[in-house]
């Protein structure tokens, strides 16, 4: 039999006017003789790590059932829909002085932060799985947040360099990675495309042109030699690319409107903050979809937040609240605060879920962990930290479980295990040693 179907490259890209935007994985990048073998495009695993500030409300978080099908606690249960895929781990802790830039330095690091002018940590364990499954990627890992330390937020905190509270994710012991807070920086990123000058850009954002514009030719030569199934699949990646795009452009007008004083704030950024979330959640999913990246890492809201969340009824400041002094009112606000981050995060993994890829969808391939490096914002500690897994992970991690570890567990053991998971091999990491939690 002759073979006359030519694959397409996993590496094609639509171009145009300075313009790039990567594909979605298609059957027909697969080899013409798999096709012919009904073979689907081979997945590829993806990590995330999503941290949230100021710690729990640990009795309302934690299940009061172990192991295997338990009841989901008041603020896990926006998760419940993904019960076959989720693990919550209880017990852990990291060890070091109580503070908000520990929390934050600590958290995938395993190493506690030097004080002063000295900025030294250590590589965190989404950079050390980067390297490992990323090298190939456009960015072997990227970097989001909502907040830094600049305009409302303030000072850092104690001895520390803000440095340890502004990102999650540090290259080596001295390199911390920034953590993008403008969509518009991130979509631009993205597929303004290397070949695009400053000017350039800045002359199609003045113009109003939409970057799908730019390469609609490339899109349509493209397209006709697609079979139906991948040329449904295009037109919804592209229709969500379009989508994305209108909600910066708003996004951008809505600030421009309001003529707020807002210097230290970048243009692009939303000012409803839920918004602003799902954006970025938004450019996640395109981001692990169209191959750019598949490593993620988020803070959803940065130590010693002062945001307040009127929409559900909370118009106190997270931080402040997070100081409840077991009050029970304010106990029940901070409850209210956490089911909503996990909502919004829940919503981000349907997204995943009614992706495809391969034989399955993003969330299949996906492992994530969400958490935090503090536990009683009373307190400010480290024990007993709010951790779970979530995603599909190639079906390599059981889920619908709840593991009540010892209560010496650090929690490098467990970043042991998802280094393992992604074909990373230590001997230590941070307090942690040997063969880690074997998830």
């Known amino acids: 039999m002759i073979i006359t179907r030519k694959a397409i490259s996993r590496r094609t890209m639509l ?25 689907p495009a081979r997945a590829k695993p993806r990590f995330g790590f999503v941290y949230v500030p100021h710690g729990s409300i640990m009795s309302a978080w934690t299940p009061l059932q172990d192991g295997v099908g338990f009841d989901f606690s008041p603020i896990l249960k926006p998760l419940e829909r993904y019960r076959d895929t989720v693990t919550v781990l209880t017990n852990f802790h990291n060890t070091g002085e109580n503070g908000h830039s520990p ?23 989404d950079q050390l799985i980067a390297r490992q499954i990323g090298q190939t990627t456009a960015f072997p890992s990227m970097e989001f947040a909502t907040e830094d330390h600049s305009s409302h ?57 939409s970057i799908l514009d730019a390469v609609r030719e490339s899109a349509r030569e493209l397209q006709r030699g697609l ?5 449904t699949r295009l037109g919804e990646y592209l229709d969500n690319v379009r989508e994305i795009e209108r909600r910066i452009v708003q996004a951008e007008k809505q600030r ?92 981000f993994l349907d997204k995943l879920k009614n992706t495809p890829d391969g034989d399955g969808s993003i969330y299949d391939q996906s492992l994530f962990l969400y958490g935090s490096g503090m536990s009683n914002g009373n307190l400010h500690d480290h024990v007993n930290l709010p951790t779970l897994l979530v995603g599909g992970a190639a079906g390599r991690v059981a889920g619908n479980r709840h593991i009540r570890m010892a209560k010496s567990t650090p929690l490098s053991a467990l970043m042991i295990g998802l280094l393992d998971k992604a074909g990373v091999q230590v001997e230590k990491f941070g307090e942690a040693a040997g063969t880690g939690i074997q998830l």
């Open 153 to 209: 937020l303030g000072s850092c905190a104690g001895d520390f360099l803000c440095s340890y509270m502004s990102t999650i994710s540090w290259a080596s012991e001295t390199t911390p990675l920034p953590m993008e807070i403008n969509p518009r920086v991130v979509f631009e990123r993205m597929f303004g495309g290397d070949r695009a000058t400053p000017a350039e850009r800045q002359a199609r954002l003045e113009k109003n042109t």
């Open 15 to 39: 171009r145009g006017l300075g313009a790039t935007v990567a594909l979605p994985l298609l059957e027909g990048m697969v080899p013409a003789a798999s096709a012919l073998a009904q073979t």
């Open 256 to 347: 421009t409107e309001t003529s707020l004083e807002a210097p230290l704030t970048p243009v692009g950024v939303p000012e409803n903050w839920e918004e602003h979330v799902k954006l970025m959640f938004d450019l996640q999913a395109i981001a692990l979809q169209a191959d750019l990246t598949r490593v993620i890492s988020f803070m959803l809201a940065r130590e010693l937040s002062t945001l307040s969340y009127p929409q559900i009824g909370v118009a106190d400041g997270h931080h402040p609240v997070s100081h409840n002094n077991n009050v029970p009112e304010q106990v029940a606000k901070k409850a209210a605060i956490d089911i909503y981050h996990l909502e919004l995060f829940a919503s």
């Open 103 to 125: 929390s934050t330095a600590m958290w995938i690091s395993g190493t506690f932060p030097a004080k002063g002018t000295v900025v030294k940590l250590g590589t965190t364990v």
């Open 227 to 231: 079979g139906p199934k991948d040329r």
